[in-house]
């Protein structure tokens, strides 16, 4: 019987067959895991194949893992040279971003939507708390709007205080699947209790004395919407890392750059001081976001010469 992967807690998940009933469950001891690469062998949003515990009524056995159309993975907490798969099988996934309390950077922003490009999963950003923003971050706000939606992704300007935006925001979650990912205390959880007023996530405040959220949410989870689709509450993130992606490989996750690759005079063009490079002339234009490049040169820097 195929079941879905609704929690994971570790060793034991929460796992829901297609009658909406719901089981505890383990993993077989002699179950193959053969390319398994991630810290937690089974994500949420995984498909599974299940039988009945022989030592527990209530408990299920995952006997398989079916193959993930996709998934998002970011650098694992405990091991940075290992990865740690935040939600499998996606529709989509939405980045909360806030410019106040707390701010989250430009580069964190291009980080996760290279992550959402590598991944095969389609990315919308969501700006909140906009009822708080002074000049500053209004002028940020307008700048990564027009920054964002001219390469192709769809920007929502929502605040929770206030409502406004909300409703677009419920409408696009409808009959899929959506990963909701961000910093702490960038309302995630308000988010969700806001669109299922029968679930009530912990939110927690933002520190006074660091401008960071406090994590709330442990493990993630995913949370059937009453109407129609279901959400990943993730537990908040504060690095997003580059995984498993080549210096040469980089650009083409920038959807501005990757236009224009076969344009460039050399196959390895790193678009840095080659000659007849067409992204770094497409900078010069001004085709390209000056912004976006510095974060490319950035990103790259972190990236190893060898990648194994």
């Known amino acids: 019987m195929q079941a879905i992967v609704y929690k994971s807690t570790g ?8 009658d909406g009933k719901s089981y505890r469950a383990r993993i077989k001891g002699a179950m193959k895991l053969e390319g398994i690469t991630s810290t937690n062998p089974i994500a949420v949003g995984d498909i599974v194949e299940i039988i009945p515990d022989t030592e527990s009524e209530q408990s299920v056995v995952i006997t398989e893992i079916k193959e993930r159309d996709n998934y998002i993975a970011r650098v694992s907490p405990h091991n940075k040279n290992q990865h740690h798969i935040v939600g499998a099988n996606l529709d989509q996934t939405l980045l909360f971003a806030t410019l106040r309390n707390p701010k989250t950077s430009g580069g964190f922003i ?4 290279i992550s959402a490009e590598a991944f095969h999963v389609p990315a919308i950003l969501v700006f909140n708390k906009i009822d708080i923003y002074r000049k500053k971050e209004i002028d940020l706000l307008e700048l990564y709007n027009d920054l964002y939606t001219r390469i192709g992704y769809k920007v929502m300007l929502i605040s929770m205080e206030t409502q406004q935006g909300l409703r677009d925001l419920k409408y696009l979650l409808k009959d899929k699947t959506t ?3 961000g910093h702490s205390g960038v309302g995630k959880s308000t988010f969700i ?10 939110t927690g405040a933002v ?3 660091s ?15 009453p109407f129609g689709g279901r959400v990943i509450d993730t537990p908040g993130i504060r690095e997003f890392g580059v995984l498993d992606i080549s210096r040469q490989e980089l650009s083409h996750y920038f959807p501005e750059m990757r236009s224009r690759l076969h344009d460039c005079k050399f196959n390895n063009c ?8 067409a992204v ?3 900078v010069v234009m001004g085709e390209i976001a000056e912004e976006r490049y510095i974060s490319y040169c950035k990103i790259l820097d972190t990236i190893s010469e060898i990648t194994y």
């Not at 209790?193 to 912990?202: F, R």
Request: with cysteine; charged share 20%.
């Open 11 to 18: 060793s034991w998940y929460i796992v829901k067959t297609h």
């Open 110 to 113: 291009d980080r996760f939507l």
């Open 179 to 181: 990963l909701i990912s």
């Open 193 to 202: 209790n806001a669109v299922h007023p029968d679930v009530t996530l912990k």
């Open 207 to 209: 520190s006074g004395w």
């Open 211 to 225: 401008g960071k959220g406090m994590h709330t949410t442990t493990f993630s989870e995913m949370i059937d919407l």
């Open 270 to 277: 790193l678009h840095l001081d080659e000659p007849d490079c």
């Open 280 to 282: 770094t002339r497409a």
